[in-house]
């Protein structure tokens, strides 16, 4: 099992719609989750982290965790053709602070 | 404030040639990272340096060598290129005690 899988999609949706993303991730052991998200050609940008069991708002992006299930997810309320990119969830595991990533997810919004 | 910076934007080598990817940052951060990024395969890391003066293997270190020659620089060798090598480059820093990376533009290479 891959230590972060995302579904790579693509995942198209229509403007205005809730975008959700998902990522599992294998090590219990985890304690920090990120979602970057990447512009074609551009560099990864955080755009949300999340460390506790719960939702965490910001906006129109909502990260969502829950350590039983080893699941992270990310919903993009209001979608805009604007939020066309890949989505690539990281995650922390132990003191040395390094990021796995996932393969990323390609969200496509639709005008 | 350039964050971080990465030259070249792109190169062109030759299977064997050497050559050295610079990374620079000016927001006093302690830890930098090189990640590779292909198709279909996310971000992986290369090597990283926990602080000046030190620097440790990642997932994917054969074929690199790294030096971190002060805080602000973290430079990414590749001594004898090969195909395989063919990538985007992104250079990261962070601060000590947050886990935010900031990333750079990143180098797009290409090894034929």
């Known amino acids: 099992q891959k230590e972060v899988e995302q579904n790579s999609g693509p995942l198209s949706v229509p403007e205005g719609a809730i975008a959700s993303l998902n990522c599992t991730y294998s090590d219990r052991g985890s304690q920090s989750f990120f979602w970057y998200r990447q512009y074609s050609g551009k560099s990864p940008e955080l755009i949300m982290s999340?460390?506790?069991?719960g939702d965490k708002e910001d906006g129109r992006f909502t990260a969502q965790l829950n350590k039983a299930s080893q699941y992270v997810s990310l919903l993009i309320r209001d979608s805009q053709p604007s939020d066309s990119a890949t989505y690539l969830c990281?995650?922390?595991?132990?003191?040395?602070?390094?990021?796995?990533f996932g393969k990323g997810t390609l969200l496509t919004v639709n005008p | 404030n350039a964050g971080v910076t990465q030259t070249p934007k792109f190169q062109v080598l030759k299977t064997g040639q050497s050559m050295t990817l610079q990374c620079a940052q000016d927001m006093n951060h302690n830890s930098m990272y090189w990640y590779r990024q292909d198709p279909g395969m996310g971000l992986r890391l290369i090597y990283y340096?926990?602080?000046?003066?030190?620097?440790d293997k990642g997932e994917v270190p054969n074929g690199y060598n790294v030096s971190r020659l002060n805080k602000r620089e973290f430079s990414l060798r590749l001594e004898s290129a090969a195909p395989s090598q063919t990538s985007v480059y992104f250079c990261?820093?962070?601060?000590?005690?947050?886990?935010?990376?900031?990333f750079g533009p990143g180098t797009r290479l290409l090894v034929l």
């Open positions: 990281a995650v922390i595991r132990g003191s040395n602070y390094k990021l796995t």
């Open positions: 999340i460390y506790s069991n």
């Open positions: 340096s926990a602080s000046e003066g030190t620097t």
């Open positions: 990261a820093s962070k601060l000590t005690g947050q886990e935010t990376q900031y």
